[in-house]
């Protein structure tokens, strides 16, 4: 295993370590679950320049790297939305995981049609926003609420674009008539 797929790897690891801290009133639990997150969003940054530098874009890499930002993400958006436990931050937290799970559907749906997509400067815009959303939510910053529904704006416009780039795309594989 290289390791572009070691900082996979430890992202998948350090996302229930991150739920424990922000569910376990401790002291310090909030730092703590700060910098954990914020070490495991920096691994998934870590991972695609180790893969791109080294040549070493695997399939493990293909398949789990976006599955560990979906772990990641998705648990440690729903363990915030517990401790805020407010209708705007769950309706925020559906509509983001109900986006994951329609660009994964799409994507799955594609991939044995020979259609492939590679991160696009949407995606990584929208993985930004939802960092900084989870990081303010953490530290229950007081912007934290906009930030997420900012995140939750460049979701759907995310969402979108990789359906409609996707239905245009696989419209080129279906049988002729």
């Given at each position: 295993?290289?390791?572009?797929?070691?900082?996979?790897?430890?992202?998948?690891?350090?996302?229930?370590?991150?739920?424990?801290?922000?569910?376990?009133?401790?002291?310090?639990?909030?730092?703590?679950?700060?910098?954990?997150?914020?070490?495991?969003?920096?691994?998934?940054?870590?991972?695609?320049?180790?893969?791109?530098?080294?040549?070493?874009?695997?399939?493990?890499?293909?398949?789990?790297?976006?599955?560990?930002?979906?772990?990641?993400?998705?648990?440690?958006?729903?363990?915030?939305?517990?401790?805020?436990?407010?209708?705007?931050?769950?309706?925020?937290?559906?509509?983001?995981?109900?986006?994951?799970?329609?660009?994964?559907?799409?994507?799955?749906?594609?991939?044995?049609?020979?259609?492939?997509?590679?991160a696009?400067?949407?995606?990584?815009i929208?993985?930004?926003a939802?960092?900084?959303?989870?990081?303010?939510?953490?530290?229950?910053?007081?912007?934290?609420?906009?930030?997420?529904?900012?995140?939750?704006?460049?979701?759907?416009?995310s969402?979108?674009?990789?359906?409609?780039?996707?239905?245009?795309?696989?419209?080129k594989?279906?049988?002729?008539?």
């Open positions: 295993m290289h390791i572009a797929n070691i900082f996979t790897s430890m992202r998948i690891i350090l996302a229930p370590l991150c739920i424990t801290f922000i569910l376990w009133d401790v002291p310090h639990s909030k730092i703590i679950a700060f910098s954990i997150y914020v070490l495991a969003s920096l691994t998934d940054a870590l991972d695609g320049y180790f893969a791109r530098r080294m040549h070493k874009i695997s399939d493990f890499g293909k398949y789990f790297d976006p599955l560990a930002d979906k772990i990641l993400n998705i648990s440690v958006l729903f363990s915030l939305a517990l401790t805020v436990n407010a209708l705007w931050c769950w309706s925020a937290v559906s509509i983001i995981v109900m986006r994951e799970i329609a660009v994964a559907f799409v994507r799955r749906w594609g991939s044995p049609n020979g259609i492939s997509r590679a696009n400067n949407n995606g990584k929208k993985i930004f939802q960092i900084f959303a989870v990081c303010a939510l953490i530290l229950d910053v007081a912007i934290a609420p906009y930030l997420l529904w900012l995140a939750v704006i460049f979701s759907l416009y969402g979108v674009y990789n359906v409609s780039v996707w239905r245009i795309r696989s419209r594989y279906e049988p002729q008539q």
